[in-house]
T-cell receptor, first 109, second 114 residues
Framework: RKEVEQDPGPFNVPEGATVAFNCTYSNSASQSFFWYRQDCRKEPKLLMSVYSSGNEDGRFTAQLNRASQYISLLIRDSKLSDSATYLCVVNFNNNDMRFGAGTRLTVKP | GAVVSQHPSWVICKSGTSVKIECRSLDFQATTMFWYRQFPKQSLMLMATSNEGSKATYEQGVEKDKFLINHASLTLSTLTVTSAHPEDSSFYIC??????????FGDGTRLSIL
């Protein structure tokens, strides 16, 4: 099993659609979780941290399921500007940060 | 929000040259800095983790004598690619973290070796 696994996609969705990404992780002792987005030829930017109770930031909702060891990201009302690669990042232990390979999203008009 | 500055953003140089990349945390003290490399259409690959004042921890397969890392202060880390060759051409990205906060990335350095 990969340490942090994501569906690579690509996900091609029309504007206004709702899209969800999942990410599974192998280390049950992991303590912190994040979603980053990375645009083509740019650095990753923090989208949101993921908290145990789940959290929402505008059109974005992140959830954590510790029992099943997965986190999810839901994007509602997709915009063209949401097109990017979404990276799941899990802090295995202290500064042992593990990245998923990313899920590519393309939002089309 | 947290800002990490990386310099230079683009380097083109001849084979055999050594190249130094700087990574600075501008508005926070970074207890840990990370160096990544990313080839086109591939995911980020962690090269090394460095804590201020101590030696960097390199990932398996990364030559420490080839990629010299210095983390001299809580706001500055440098990566020196020594005697760079065309196969070292890549996108190098640093990130900085003040644990337990998330890491924040520099805007990357595109290195092209001719």
């Amino acid at each position: 099993r990969k340490e942090v696994e994501q569906d690579p996609g690509p996900f091609n969705v029309p504007e206004g659609a709702t899209v969800a990404f999942n990410c599974t992780y192998s280390n049950s002792a992991s303590q912190s979780f994040f979603w980053y987005r990375q645009d083509c030829r740019k650095e990753p930017k923090l989208l949101m941290s993921v908290y145990s109770s789940g959290n929402e930031d505008g059109r974005f909702t992140a959830q954590l399921n510790r029992a099943s060891q997965y986190i999810s990201l839901l994007i509602r009302d997709s915009k063209l500007s949401d097109s990017a690669t979404y990276l799941c990042v899990v802090n295995f232990n202290n500064n042992d940060m593990r990245f998923g390979a990313g899920t590519r999203l393309t939002v089309k008009p | 929000g947290a800002v990490v500055s990386q310099h230079p953003s683009w380097v083109i140089c001849k084979s055999g040259t050594s190249v130094k990349i700087e990574c600075r945390s501008l508005d926070f003290q970074a207890t840990t800095m990370f160096w990544y490399r990313q080839f086109p259409k591939q995911s980020l690959m962690l090269m090394a983790t460095s804590n201020e004042g101590s030696k960097a921890t390199y990932e398996q397969g990364v030559e420490k004598d080839k990629f010299l890392i210095n983390h001299a202060s809580l706001t500055l880390s440098t990566l020196t690619v020594t005697s760079a060759h065309p196969e070292d051409s890549s996108f190098y990205i640093c990130s900085a973290r003040d644990s337990p906060q998330p890491q924040h990335f520099g805007d990357g350095t595109r290195l092209s070796i001719l």
